[in-house]
């Protein structure tokens, strides 16, 4: 039996990395698309074939031709929610544009699926109803937000008019270890860094904005499910519970064994209040659930950096 050829953008970082082990391990074959501008070499599984590309370049058609993918893993991306705020025309162009070049070459190429990373918090925006489910409206507060629920509108067309099957997977808040841990990372790997320097963590506002946050081995997992062929449209991916900022410097704090003050700076643009998804639906139709609770995650985490850190 042929094995099967998968392509995985933005492979080089925290959680493409992790998809790319997975697939890999699995037995598949994986080639990585990164343009490295916050992926890392190192993070590259020596098992898969490399293209240094940026999504947006006109390359992507000739990658697609020589490799004849049977799935497309899409995570490469602008996500920085408040870099978006800052340059909403450059979020567009990466994330809107370079990932519209990926779905036109994937229908034309006639794909099997394409397996989109969106996002659980920012497409929803501040909801009435929580935990959230897929049912409500999706009403993003930032150009980040606007751009990944455009994707999840291209695709649906794109399946509609091209017939390519597609699965949104909207994670909550990601962390675990390979998390970034400069200004464009997750709350829980900037606070690690900062603790492990010495230096101080800063909360931005009062600490009580909340969100859900779910180990990367779980999303790793959602990814997995997603290849299924009754997997179809979008699906929430979290824990259900929200935990506060203030909350989250106390758990790292008790991960370390020690004490930790808490500053406060001035709250950030973009930034939704409360964020915490549903996941009946991909329990019901694919069988996931997360596996690892917040304070073992944590552990984890602060264990990977604590070996990994520079």
Known sequence: MKIKKILVTG???????????????????VVIIDNLSTGKKKNINSKAKFYKLDIRSKKIRDVFKKEKF????????????????????YDADVNIIGSLNL???????????????????????DTKHLPTTEKEDTNPISPYG????????YL????????????????????????????????????????????????????????????????VKANLLALKPRAHGAYN?????????????????GAFAQPVKKVRGPAKPGEQRRSCLDYNKIKK??????????????????????????
């Not at 049977?70 to 408040?82: E, G, S, T």
């Not at 190429?109 to 925006?125: A, D, E, M, P, R």
Request: glycine share 10%; with cysteine; proline share 3%.
């Open 70 to 89: 049977d799935y497309v893993f899409h995570l490469a991306a602008q996500m920085d929610v408040r870099k978006s705020v800052a340059d909403p025309l």
């Open 237 to 253: 991916i979290g824990t259900g519970k929200e935990t506060t900022v203030n909350q989250i410097l106390d758990k790292i704090a």
């Open 146 to 153: 606007v751009s990944k629920l455009s994707i999840e509108k």
């Open 11 to 29: 492979g080089a970082g925290f959680v493409g990395s992790h998809i790319v082990d997975a697939l890999i391990k699995k037995g598949f074959k």
């Open 156 to 219: 649906f067309y794109f399946h509609k008019e091209f017939s390519l099957p597609y699965v949104c997977l909207r994670p909550a808040n990601i962390y675990g270890p390979r998390q970034r841990s400069d200004g464009e990372a997750g709350v829980v790997a900037i606070f690690i860094n900062k603790i492990l320097k010495g230096e101080q963590p800063i909360i931005n506002g009062d600490g009580k904005n909340t969100r859900d946050y779910v180990y990367v081995g779980d999303v």
């Open 285 to 310: 139709e694919l069988g996931w659930q997360p596996k690892v609770d917040l304070d073992a995650g944590l552990k984890k985490t602060v264990e990977w950096m604590r070996i990994h850190s520079t």
């Open 103 to 125: 779905i036109h070459n994937s229908a034309q190429c006639k794909v099997k699926k394409f397996v989109f990373t969106s996002s659980g918090g920012v497409v929803y925006g």
